[in-house]
């Protein structure tokens, strides 16, 4: 049984380790282009994520015309989807905004549910919402005004904003899937997807790939993304068994302040004021947007 000082710590870690993501991979796009990324980490990541399906969750039926369903769909929308359009923002934007963007997720996730599941809203649900667009709005304007009447946005920052309609629809769906496949045998598949459909792409759109031993940092970024930040996944559903959803998630909110702490220390990105105001509107927009009845 995880101990509550055990779990902290845990989510500590797993929270450097999924904001270290963002300046690391920023560094790791001057050499590898975005599908090559995720190509790679789909390829890799693929027997790491069998072999822990086998000693979690040992299967005992075949796959079914469901399972398959939920295969595909996933590993479209997913890797595929999302985060290789989120590689391809992050190489046009800073990793500062990537991260404050990115946090945004969990709001346009809530929208879908409450317009195509049905989930209802509440008021705080809709003060959070806006905080968020707030968040938004104030991030990619840099915090001018003339930047929106202009209309002179980043476009990794629209990019990044795009790649959420990958993520709204991995989500929504993970919810519907009628596959009865426990968590770790669905991602394995998403996986295996993703990798039959990126690496005939990276092949065709980025070849020819620096060699790891010309390109070493970068490649180790993509081994990160493979096992640092699977095992974060790993640790973070023991976490959430031992501590419950609330407190994680509430923990986890604070992620988009340390992204703009790595960012800072790791490349330098400096850090403004309007930095600051997006991270901490979108933090409090995603917890009142996600915040459930009592």
Do not use: C
């Amino acid at each position: 049984m995880m101990t509550d000082r055990r779990a902290y710590i845990l989510l500590f870690v797993v929270t450097l380790v999924w904001a270290g993501n963002y300046p690391l991979s920023k560094l790791a796009l001057e050499r590898l282009g975005p599908i090559t990324m995720t190509a790679a980490r789909a390829f890799v990541a693929t027997p790491l994520l069998w072999w822990m399906a086998r000693m979690m969750a040992p299967r005992r039926r075949p796959f079914s015309g469901r399972d398959y369903a939920a295969f595909i769909v996933l590993g479209l929308t997913g890797l595929v989807g999302n985060t290789t359009i989120w590689y391809w923002g992050l190489a046009g934007t800073t990793a500062l905004n990537a991260g404050i963007l990115g946090a945004s997720s969990p709001i346009f996730v809530a929208v879908a549910a409450a317009l195509f599941l049905g989930d209802r809203l509440h008021p705080w649900n809709y003060v959070g919402i806006v905080l968020s667009v707030a968040a938004v709005v104030v991030t990619v304007a840099k915090g001018s005004l003339g930047v929106l009447l202009t209309l002179s946005v980043n476009h990794g920052d629209f990019i990044i904003l795009l790649s959420q309609v990958g993520w709204v629809t991995y989500s929504l769906y993970s919810r519907r899937t009628t596959s009865t496949l426990p968590p770790a045998w669905i991602l394995t598949g998403a996986h295996v997807v993703s990798a039959i459909v990126l690496v005939p792409l990276a092949v065709i759109v980025e070849w020819p790939w620096p060699s790891p031993v010309d390109a070493p940092f970068a490649w180790g970024v993509m081994m990160y993304g493979v096992f640092p930040v699977t095992l974060g996944h790993l640790w973070y559903y023991a976490i959430v068994r031992s501590i419950g959803p609330g407190r994680a998630a509430a923990f986890l909110n604070l992620m988009p302040f340390v992204v703009l702490g790595l960012s800072w220390l790791i490349i330098g990105e400096p850090v403004r004021a309007y930095h600051l105001a997006g991270a901490a509107l979108v933090i409090g927009g995603v917890y009142l947007a996600t915040r459930r009845a009592p």
